[in-house]
């Protein structure tokens, strides 16, 4: 089944403890990115990676980090957590730019 | 910048009775996407569907159907003959061409409660 998946689904943390959202895609999906959802601020983009090595910022970066080592894999890391990063997290990928996205089924992360 | 509005925030219906989501844009690009996502309780995003600028036809899908209107910039949804199970809050997006990031811009959303 053609899917995107991450991982964990729900996680509770403190501040300051380095932690890692897996996202995997197995439709051989070019573009790969990252958003958040907040009442109120809807759905922002995070970062977002056109391929293999090539990453870059969306509208809200401060505090996160991406890799894109596989063409599968698009882990957003949390070096030190903070609690206005409590939020809904989405994983979505395409084709290829102005494609259709496929998210997800989110992480709910609360940091205390 | 791009902007996506959703009047309504929430909207409430009987099963059966249509109903339509409205959703306006603004944007700079002549060549530019619009989708429909629907989020239920579970919280997952669920594509409905993809437009291009170019074609302002409309859409059904079974019960479901878009109406792309450039002169007014707005993409509307109508869900006819509306289920408890289109219980969900829909959000509508655009993505313009020159967009390097593939970014969404996303709408409020609408949430839709369709009582039994």
């Known amino acids: 089944e053609a899917q995107v998946t991450q991982n964990p689904r729900y996680l509770i943390t403190v501040t300051g403890k380095k932690l890692t959202v897996t996202c995997s895609q197995n439709?051989?999906?070019?573009?790969m990115s990252w958003y958040r959802q907040d009442p109120g601020l809807g759905l922002r983009q995070i970062y977002y990676s056109m391929n293999v090595e090539v990453t870059d910022k969306g509208d809200v970066p401060e505090g996160y980090k991406v890799s894109r080592k596989e063409k599968r894999n698009f882990p957003l890391i949390l070096e030190s957590p903070s609690p206005n990063q409590t939020s809904l997290y989405f994983c979505?990928?395409?084709?290829?730019?102005?494609?259709?996205?496929?998210f997800g089924p989110g992480t709910r992360l609360l940091v205390l | 910048a791009q902007k996506v509005t959703q009047a309504q925030t929430e909207i409430s219906v009987v099963e059966k009775e249509d109903v339509t989501l409205d959703c306006v844009y603004e944007t700079r690009d002549t060549t530019y996407y619009l989708f429909w996502y629907k989020q239920p309780p579970s919280g997952e995003l669920v594509f409905l569907i993809r437009r291009n600028s170019f074609d302002e036809q409309n859409e059904i899908s079974g019960r479901y159907s878009w109406n792309f209107q450039k002169s007014t910039s707005s993409f509307n949804f109508t869900i006819t003959a509306s289920q408890v199970v289109d219980s969900a809050v829909y959000f509508c997006a655009l993505s313009e061409r020159n967009n390097a990031g593939n970014m969404l811009t996303f709408g409020g959303g609408t949430r839709l409660m369709v009582k039994p």
């Open positions: 439709m051989n999906h070019e573009y």
């Open positions: 979505a990928s395409s084709p290829g730019r102005r494609e259709t996205q496929y």
